[in-house]
């Protein structure tokens, strides 16, 4: 049974940081490219960022690049998600998702198959 759990979110003043994990299990994380999407109350869920699966290829939403860095340890069956220079607008819950199957990395939330109960991250100005 795939499953992954999401940690580090929190209350945080604009500027400060947040480091989210997430925790799989029951899949070889090797074999899945991965993301982490957000979703503020009242939107659609947004791509956030993504990562292939060594590491190779990374990929940011715009409004996050520069500030935020996706990254993983394969060995540890662990993704995380580096926050820094937090504005009001990333106040979202975060989620973590993975995408099967060996394919590259993907913006589009259809094309990952398991996803994290999220966590959630407020930005106060």
């Known amino acids: 049974q795939v499953q992954l759990v999401e940690s580090g979110g929190g209350l945080v003043q604009a500027g400060g940081s947040l480091r989210l994990s997430c925790a799989a299990s029951g899949l070889a994380l090797n074999s899945y490219a991965m993301g982490w999407f957000r979703q503020a109350p009242g939107k659609e869920r947004e791509f956030v960022a993504a990562?292939?699966?060594?590491?190779?290829?990374?990929d940011y939403v715009n409004s996050v690049k520069g500030r935020f860095t996706i990254s993983r340890d394969n060995a540890k069956n662990m993704v995380y998600l580096q926050m820094n220079s937090l504005k009001p607008e990333d106040t979202a819950v975060y989620y973590c998702?993975?995408?099967?199957?060996?394919?590259?990395?993907?913006?589009?939330?259809?094309?990952?198959?398991?996803w994290g109960q999220g966590t959630q991250v407020t930005v106060s100005s």
């Open positions: 998702a993975a995408r099967p199957g060996g394919f590259d990395i993907s913006i589009s939330g259809n094309d990952y198959d398991y």
């Open positions: 990562i292939s699966r060594i590491g190779g290829r990374t």
